[in-house]
């Protein structure tokens, strides 16, 4: 079982940044693939970006390829997003994600974990 708890998020201008972190506890593997997953208000939930523990297998969302970076830090168990450049439509809940297995998480359908969710509002 793995717990995950966001904190970071905030109300901020356009073009300005924010970091996400997510701690994790509980099994954690360097293998698993974690994830972001963003939910604006009326829309479906969707992938932001994901690594593995050990650092490798990022991957982001072409939404916010150059401006998001991912990073996790498996000495504290926890993961982190920095968003920088952000925009108006950057507004929604982010959320991180585990999975038990896989070398990347992209899909809503593969999570095995989620946390609450920490609200992000970009604006203009």
């Known amino acids: 079982q793995v717990q995950l708890v966001e904190s970071g998020g905030g109300l901020v201008q356009a073009g300005g940044s924010l970091r996400l972190s997510c701690a994790a506890s509980g099994r954690t593997f360097l293998y698993n693939p974690m994830a972001w997953f963003r939910q604006a208000p009326g829309k479906e939930r969707e992938f932001v970006a994901t690594?593995?523990?050990?650092?490798?297998?990022?991957y982001y969302a072409d939404s916010v390829k150059g401006r998001f970076t991912i990073t996790a830090d498996n000495a504290k168990n926890t993961l982190y997003l920095q968003m920088n450049t952000l925009k108006t439509e950057d507004t929604a809940v982010y959320y991180c994600?585990?999975?038990?297995?896989?070398?990347?998480?992209?899909?809503?359908?593969?999570?095995?974990?989620w946390g609450h969710g920490t609200q992000v509002t970009v604006s203009s």
């Open positions: 690594i593995r523990w050990s650092g490798g297998n990022i």
């Open positions: 994600a585990a999975a038990n297995t896989g070398w990347t998480l992209t899909s809503v359908s593969s999570v095995d974990y």
